[in-house]
């Protein structure tokens, strides 16, 4: 039916007939919208910041020296008529997983239109030793400038420079807790024992802090150096860092490594699965929480209307006998509920914008140097988060509407006029 | 005028309430017929409880008699749903009551104007004009945007007779309009339906039990126990 202006203003008259009331669902619905619009934003603000972390110094796609498909079958059985061959024990050597002739591997990968960086390293478990000090660490051999363009530790150097490593080819840098540990500074002379027993003597570069201590704990060398210590040839490396144009994409590139190469490759998604699975358990927590709030908030609006009903029964019973329609006596309310979800909530953008911008301006001592100086608490900005409160601020009054509109409307005339008496 | 504008066919209306457990069932009309033809001027009278109040009430389609039937215009109006009733009652009827029962928020101009907006029936602009134009013939040409708590008790049923009128109603009802009034205004309100009648020839109903009251219209219908006692022709 056609909505006319009389409803609307019978619906607002009555509304602000009962200013305090109004007023008070008013702040309900604003204050619940609000909530719901910073909870958001902050949920999303924190998963947002940690992928950008990620993204930003973590390889989008690692390949590493797993098999896709085993090389050489655990166990077979053939049969050739009337010969049966089987494989009771794989008496090959247990193969360390490396890439072997990575640069082929590299020219392969590099055809991939979407892939910008491969960064090849190789990793060793070594020891340490500094003064008295000796510590086992993870020790990594890299080329440092391209590297630099996956892990940014240019941007991130607390000592010395990157580009010392490269010019020094017996040099290590460190990452900010080994070089705590050890108390070494750059300038200083320190071994490391490889795996074969061999000692090493190398010299730190460099010290660096990303803020995530798993990197952190890692000391980089030239890639040379670091075949050498490992006991890998020239040719081999343990992983292929790889960062790519298309973030969307990385899954299509790690598909297609794995299927011309045989190498495991996996993204960053896959990698940070869990953790971004846990986000978002907690982000639904918060939002089940917050939902709450604003059924609260929808008690509010029912309850004003049904006051409003209450105290204009005698009204409706005249409005009815003057001829107005059930549904005109309905729609009254259901604008009165519609009318205060859309102020409210109107109001809470606001307040709610206002929020974000307090809280995202708020300096948080940040307890690591990185690459995204998160100075400030990171707040998701999305005009989604508005409209999506809104909407749901204005189904929740309209909801809470419908009990107090259709009593009004069965208001019988009779009964109230007569009573008057 | 040969079809009456109002027929009541052997209506009869029973009362049920409910009192702790026992329902008391009070016949309230016993097989009343009558008719009242266009450009009548009615008073309905009798003692209070006598039932003139639920006979007006189904005259006008708020009420359903339990048997019988009753007429406006041609159509069986006991027979029609509460939607067909409500439309019935905004184009044919217009309802006056003992007190004044205007929306409190709006004014007197707004007041008038609610029926002829319901269903959409006039624009906003066409219904100010005629509102205006109905309380200026009442009196209240300076009373126009007073909200009703800023009316005296007699302008206060005055806005209501013109709310009442706002749709050129074939009928008017009147539910003892004066009863709640002090002489000089009740006065005021015998005189405007009396004018109405015989001016216009607005065919009108009124309930009451003021005995001057119903000696100006033309025609007194005394309702006793539920029955129609007498009806007599004045003029």
Redesign the interface.
């Given at each position: 039916m056609?909505i006319?202006?009389?409803l609307f203003?019978?619906a607002l008259?009555?509304l602000?007939?009962r200013k305090r009331q109004t007023f008070l669902t008013l702040s309900g619905i604003s204050v619940g919208v609000m909530v719901l619009i910073t909870a958001v934003s902050l949920m999303d603000g924190l998963l947002q910041s940690f992928i950008q972390k990620i993204v930003e110094i973590a390889p989008h796609v690692i390949v590493s020296g797993e098999k896709v498909r085993p090389t050489v079958p655990d166990q077979l059985v053939e049969s050739h008529g009337n010969t049966h061959v089987t494989f009771i024990k794989n008496v090959s050597r247990e193969d360390q997983e490396v890439i072997k002739n990575y640069p082929r591997i590299e020219s392969l990968i590099q055809r991939d239109s979407l892939v910008e960086l491969i960064s090849p390293s190789v990793s060793t478990d070594v020891i340490g030793m500094f003064g008295t000090i000796s510590e086992p660490i993870q020790l990594f051999g890299i080329i440092p400038a391209l590297e630099d363009g996956i892990e940014k530790f240019s941007k991130n150097m607390i000592s010395g420079s990157l580009s010392d490593l490269e010019k020094t080819p017996d040099g290590i840098m460190l990452g900010s807790s080994v070089a705590k540990d050890f108390t070494s500074r750059v300038g200083d002379r320190m071994q490391i024992v490889a795996p074969s027993g061999q000692i090493f003597s190398v010299r730190v570069v460099g010290i660096f802090m990303t803020g995530i201590n798993d990197i952190d704990d890692n000391c980089y060398v030239n890639l040379r150096l670091g075949q050498n210590i490992g006991g890998f040839s020239p040719d081999e490396a343990s992983n292929l860092y790889i960062r790519v144009n298309n973030l969307s994409r990385d899954g299509l590139v790690a598909r297609t490594i794995e299927q011309e190469t045989n190498y495991r490759a996996i993204t960053w998604e896959e990698k940070a699965a869990s953790v971004v699975a846990l986000f978002k358990m907690i982000s639904g927590i918060v939002y089940f929480l917050v939902f709450f709030v604003i059924m609260v908030a929808g008690f509010g609006v029912a309850n004003v209307l049904i006051t409003n009903v209450l105290e204009k029964v005698?009204?409706i019973a005249?409005?009815?006998?003057?001829?107005?329609?059930?549904s005109?006596i309905t729609w009254i309310y259901l604008i009165q509920g519609i009318m205060v979800a859309l102020v409210g909530a109107t109001i809470g953008c606001v307040l709610g914008f206002v929020l974000i911008e307090i809280m995202s301006s708020i300096p948080m001592a940040s307890s690591s140097a990185s690459t995204i100086r998160t100075d400030h608490l990171m707040m998701g900005k999305n005009p989604m988060y508005f409209v999506g409160a809104s909407i749901f601020a204005l189904i929740v009054s309209m909801v809470a509407a419908v009990g107090p509109s259709r009593s009004a409307a069965r208001v019988n005339?009779?009964e109230i006029?007569?009573g008057?008496? | 005028m040969d079809e009456p504008i109002i027929r009541l066919d052997h209506i009869s209306k029973k009362l049920s309430v409910k009192n702790g457990g026992e329902e008391i069932v009070t016949k309230i009309l016993v097989d009343i017929s009558f008719d009242i033809a266009q450009g009548e001027f009615t008073a309905i009278t009798g003692p209070s409880g006598s039932g003139k109040?639920t006979l007006l009430?189904l005259m006008?389609g708020?009420?359903r008699p339990d048997t019988g039937r009753a007429f406006l215009d041609g159509q069986e109006i006991s027979a029609m749903e509460?939607?067909e009733l409500?439309?019935?009652?905004?184009?044919k009827l217009g309802?006056v009551?003992?007190?004044h029962?205007l929306?409190?928020?709006?004014s007197a101009v707004?007041n008038v104007?609610?029926?002829m907006?319901?269903?959409?029936r006039a624009s906003?602009g066409e219904a100010r004009r005629r509102a205006a134009e109905l309380l200026s013939e009442l009196g209240l040409s300076d009373r126009l945007h007073n909200k009703p708590n800023q009316l005296s008790g007699g302008q206060q049923q005055r806005v209501a007779i013109a709310?009442a009128l706002a749709n050129s109603p074939k009928v008017l009802l009147a539910d003892e309009p004066t009863g709640n009034l002090d002489s000089k205004n009740a006065e005021t309100i015998y005189k405007l339906f009396s004018d109405l009648n015989t001016r216009t020839g607005q065919t009108i109903v009124v309930v009451t039990h003021d005995e001057h009251f119903a000696s100006e219209t033309k025609r007194i219908l005394h309702i006793l126990d539920g029955q129609v006692s007498s009806d007599r022709q004045l003029r």
């Open positions: 056609k006319n202006y009389h203003m019978i008259r009555q602000l007939n005698r009204d005249v409005m009815k006998s003057l001829g107005f329609k059930r005109e005339p009779v006029l007569r008057e008496r | 109040t009430y006008g708020l009420d509460e939607e409500a439309e019935m009652r905004n184009a309802f009551y003992q007190f029962f929306l409190p928020e709006f707004e104007m609610m029926p907006l319901a269903r959409g906003t709310r």
